[in-house]
């Protein structure tokens, strides 16, 4: 599984992998979430409102800061 | 020990060293500077905080968690009629947009996948100038006048950048890429009279608690000034039902967040500060530990108050250091503001959109810099053109801008930017002086 957070210089895309990290941590997937600062990279999502969640090269949240429990959530539905 | 690393560390020590040893301390201009600055922040404190910057705060939180980007991004994408796109960008950065960290996304994804070139600039453009804070802030501080000439100035040569710029690239278009746009999920929110009675009530209630005091002793504007709390607290009555109704939050907890409000409005009538700030206490203690869409609005109006606040004390600050309150001087003598953009001639206008363009103004910012050059003699007409290229515009932000849509359009663009905010002030002044 890859996991990607789209996002550049701002809190809420701090916020949001931060709890990416913990939700990845707390399901013991043990995998590196990657955070995607380059807005041509971020476009090329589809991706206009950061910050977004990228499961497997697939956009399944964007313009929001999830609660770690809304991460597991995303990341159970995509496994 | 990595000295690829270390030596910037070693720079900033040796800067702030220099800085310290040749501290003009004693210096009366100094000194007198730096109590300025105090002054300010003070100012700022006592007139603009309570009354005007939270409930500010609040409004823009609920503009991000209750409007429906989704429906608004619609009108820029790829299949929208031209005509509409650019309406729809030049007024958009109102709801979409409060910082140059949202602006910029937004920017390149109409550009890349949505409507094109001239739309994605007149977003660029116009979002900084339009949105919610910078208009309320600018009309508080800079007068009604500067910020109305502000938002639709913005509104209508963000329109005329846009179209210039699609004509002289016309030949470009068409390398668009072909993605889906994805979308903020929202949920099915309230039919829009709900939203549009809820966002009148906190509009009213920040119009009315700030309703200053007019010249005369009669007419409509002083009968307004005189019952202006009643006004606030009906407004605020409203808002409370609304939250009741429609949010679902309790009705035993909006009485007894009331209850405060009432007592200090009764005990203390003579400081009407007090019933304000108790109620505006009461309402985040009722959001913040109620459930589902009234913990999101304060989530997010508290996101903007953290994020925007630290910026503006130190703007303040150094507004106030550099450029003093109005009628006083700070470090920059008055003389030499006078002589760059006081009065009202093109090279002053020029200057000021010029300076504004490549200077890096944080978020709000500019309008209590701007004070301080006002407050030196700055005239109002280069005043107006700063406010136009300023906010927009950065050095900085020119570069990611380069980065998406390329070198030359970024200086035809720039360049645009310059000239039209020159020429908008230049008959701002001529007008209004």
Redesign the interface.
């Known amino acids: 599984m890859d996991i990607k957070i789209l996002?550049?210089?701002?809190?809420?895309c701090e916020q949001l992998k931060a709890n990416t990290i913990k939700a990845v941590q707390e399901l013991g997937l043990g995998i590196e979430v990657e955070k995607v600062v380059d807005?041509?990279k971020?476009?090329?999502?589809?991706?206009?409102?950061?910050p977004?969640l990228v499961i497997d090269e697939k956009?399944v949240?964007?313009?929001?800061v999830l609660t770690v429990e809304k991460v597991k959530e995303f990341i159970g539905k995509e496994r | 020990m990595d000295w690829k690393q270390e030596w910037k560390k070693l720079l900033l020590i040796a800067a702030v060293f220099l800085v310290a040893y040749f501290l003009p301390v004693g210096s009366a201009r100094f000194q007198n500077a730096v109590l300025e600055s105090f002054h300010l922040v003070r100012w700022y404190a006592r007139e603009h905080v309570l009354l005007c910057l939270i409930p500010a705060f609040f409004i823009a939180g609920a503009i991000a968690v209750f409007i429906n980007q989704a429906a608004v991004m619609k009108y820029l994408g790829g299949q929208a009629k031209k005509v509409v796109a650019y309406g729809v960008a030049s007024v958009s950065g109102s709801v979409l947009a409060v910082c140059s960290c949202t602006v910029l996304p937004l920017f390149s994804g109409i550009y890349r996948m949505g409507a094109g070139l001239g739309p994605a600039v007149a977003f660029l453009y116009a979002g900084p100038a339009v949105n919610i804070l910078a208009i309320i802030l600018t009309a508080r501080i800079l007068g009604l006048e500067l910020g109305i000439a502000r938002a639709i100035g913005a509104v209508v040569f963000s329109i005329v950048i846009g179209v210039m710029m699609q004509l002289i690239f016309r030949k470009e278009e068409g390398e668009r890429q072909k993605i889906q746009m994805a979308m903020p999920d929202t949920d099915e929110g309230r039919p829009l009279w709900q939203n549009g009675l809820y966002f009148a009530s906190l509009a009213g209630i920040l119009i009315f608690a700030n309703w200053g005091k007019p010249m005369h002793d009669h007419g409509l504007w002083n009968a307004i000034y005189q019952s202006k709390w009643l006004i606030t607290a009906v407004f605020a009555v409203g808002l409370g039902a609304m939250l009741v109704s429609w949010f679902k939050l309790r009705w035993w907890k909006i009485l007894i967040a009331a209850i405060p409000v009432i007592l200090f409005a009764i005990l203390l009538p003579e400081q009407p500060v007090f019933a304000f700030s108790a109620g505006v206490l009461a309402l985040s203690l009722v959001l913040v530990f109620g459930k589902g869409e009234g913990a999101e609005w304060f989530n997010s109006s508290w996101d903007f108050a953290r994020q925007i606040l630290p910026l503006l004390l130190f703007g303040v600050m150094v507004a106030g250091l550099l450029l003093g309150r109005v009628g006083q001087e700070g470090l920059i003598p008055s003389s030499w503001i006078d002589r760059a953009v006081g009065g009202n001639s093109l090279l002053s206008n020029f200057f000021a959109s010029f300076a504004g363009a490549f200077m890096y103004f944080a978020t709000l910012t500019e309008v209590p810099i701007l004070q301080g050059l006002i407050g030196n003699g700055m005239g109002k007409g280069p005043a107006l053109a700063l406010l136009l290229a300023g906010p927009a515009l950065s050095l900085p932000n020119m570069l990611v801008i380069r980065s998406v849509m390329g070198t030359k359009k970024t200086v035809v663009f720039v360049g645009l930017v310059i000239v039209m905010a020159t020429i908008s002030g230049y008959l701002f002044g001529l007008f209004f002086s």
Request: hydrophobic share 45%; aromatic share 4%; proline share 0%.
């Open positions: 996002g550049a210089n701002c809190t809420k807005l041509d971020i476009v090329s999502y589809g991706v206009m409102t950061i977004a956009v949240s964007v313009g929001k």
